[in-house]
T-cell receptor, first 115, second 113 residues
């Protein structure tokens, strides 16, 4: 596609429920990143994919968080048993190759609210 | 490890005034530096980047930034603020061959009419 597409744009869920957030990167971009943006916290790195592999998942905050990428394209971030502290904007970005020289292209994000 | 500090979580300037957003980095190797802008309810958009070429980098929308190694700084400037510049600005650092960017906390820019 022309840009990085994320869905849904907004998600309200009850505490304890599972949620799936989707990212569709720019076609041909091999690298895909998930970041979390919380109020006053800046951007927190979650996980990086190169193709379908995740060489760096050091930012996932707990084992309730997982992500996968299939076909070197779409990625899904899953949060199990959501907690109120999971409320944030989840941003996906992609890059042509897995180095930062070119910067990222970001999607518009998914705003997750856990009530 | 690399890190970025943005001085001032909020900056307010008058329309037509100089915009100066401060960014200092910490890196043990030559850094790559980036400025991103985020408009309300949108993702981040790349404004400009420094990757060891010219130290004065020009970006979109009239913004520029100067890499100063001696000061470990990469401040973002624009000579004359426009109302449409109101947004949040993020500085980020990486290094050659790095796989991820490290972002600062962001600076929210407000433009007063």
């Amino acid at each position: 596609g022309a840009g990085v597409s994320q869905s849904p744009s907004n998600k309200v869920t009850e505490k304890g429920k599972d949620v799936e957030l989707r990212c569709d990167p720019i076609s041909g971009h091999t690298a895909l990143y998930w970041y979390r943006q919380s109020l006053g916290q800046g951007l927190e790195f979650l996980i990086y994919f190169q193709g379908n592999s995740a060489p760096d998942k050091s930012g996932l905050p707990s084992d309730r968080f997982s992500a996968e990428r299939t076909g070197g394209s779409v990625s899904t971030l899953t949060i199990q048993r959501t907690q109120q502290e999971d409320s944030a904007v989840y941003l996906c970005a992609s890059s042509l190759v897995g180095v930062t020289n070119y910067g990222y292209t970001f999607g518009s994000g998914t705003r997750l609210t856990v009530v | 490890a690399q890190s970025v500090t943005q001085l001032g979580s909020h900056v307010s300037v008058s329309e037509g005034a100089l915009v100066l957003l401060r960014c200092n980095y910490s890196s043990s190797v030559p850094p790559y530096l980036f400025w991103y802008v985020q408009y309300p309810n949108q993702g981040l958009q790349l404004l400009l980047k420094y990757t060891s070429a010219a130290t004065l980098v020009k970006g979109i929308n009239g913004f520029e930034a100067e890499f100063k190694k001696s000061e470990t700084s990469f401040h973002l400037t624009k000579p004359s603020a426009h109302m449409s510049d109101a947004a949040e600005y993020f500085c980020a650092v990486s290094k050659e061959g790095a796989q991820k960017l490290v972002f600062g906390q962001g600076t929210r820019l407000t433009i007063n009419p």
